[in-house]
Structure formats: structure tokens, C-alpha cells
């Protein structure tokens, strides 16, 4: 139902455009969100947007990142500038999507962001 694209390998002050794409018999799709989990810590959540547009960022990207979601094209994208070596983590997407009458989430399969010094 997700997936996300977008990750790879970049330098310290680099830049990255993560994406995500939701597809399904969706009627509409309510918060969107980046987390992300680095080697032996606890997944976090990165940047979060509502439906309205309203967005959240972790302390640690504001400035650096930015989310957007298009609603037309059901995606959520994570432009990511000025990029830190503590950056380096699996990126996941969340979606909450109503189905018919039900609300699901789902979780993208991850994709790796690797910053290097």
C-alpha cells in the first residue's frame, strides 16, 4: 500500500529527496509521515504532516528538512538539505488511510539514507 523511494548515499551537506506513494482503493488519507531508525536506537519521527498540511518536524531536521504531501497523486515527500552523518538511518513513510469507512495504517518497507564524513 506504501512504497517509498528515494533513499541512497550522500555526503555531509548533501541533499536527498525521499518519496512515498500510496495506492489502494483509498478514499482519503488523513496524516503522512516520515520516521526513521537508526542502527540500535528506537524508530523516531522525522517530519509528520496532517491533512490540512499542518507540519511537524523533529527538533534535530527543522531548518534542514522539509515534508510535502501531494494529494492528488497520493504521495508524501521529504526533501532532506544540509544532510548530517547523524542522518544516516532507514527512512519509513506512514500513511493513514481511510478505506471505504475504516481507518488503516500502513508503514512503507524503508529505504536507507547513508550520510558519510
Known amino acids: 500500500q506504501l512504497q517509498a523511494s528515494g533513499g541512497g548515499l550522500v555526503q555531509v551537506g548533501g541533499s536527498l529527496r525521499l518519496s512515498c506513494a500510496a495506492s489502494?482503493?483509498?478514499?482519503?488519507?488523513?496524516?503522512m509521515g516520515w520516521y526513521r531508525q537508526a542502527p540500535g536506537k528506537q524508530r523516531e519521527s522525522v517530519a509528520v504532516i496532517s491533512r490540512a498540511g499542518r507540519a511537524n518536524y523533529a527538533y534535530s531536521v527543522k531548518g534542514r528538512f522539509t515534508i510535502s504531501r501531494d494529494d492528488a497523486k497520493n504521495t508524501v515527500d521529504l526533501q532532506m538539505n544540509s544532510l548530517e552523518s547523524e542522518d544516516t538511518a532507514v527512512y519509513f513513510c506512514?500513511?493513514?488511510?481511510?478505506?471505504?469507512?475504516?481507518?488503516?495504517?500502513?508503514w512503507g518497507q524503508g529505504t536507507q539514507v547513508t550520510v558519510s564524513s
Open positions: 506512514k500513511a493513514d488511510l481511510l478505506v471505504s469507512t475504516t481507518t488503516f495504517t500502513y
Open positions: 489502494g482503493r483509498i478514499s482519503a488519507i488523513n496524516s
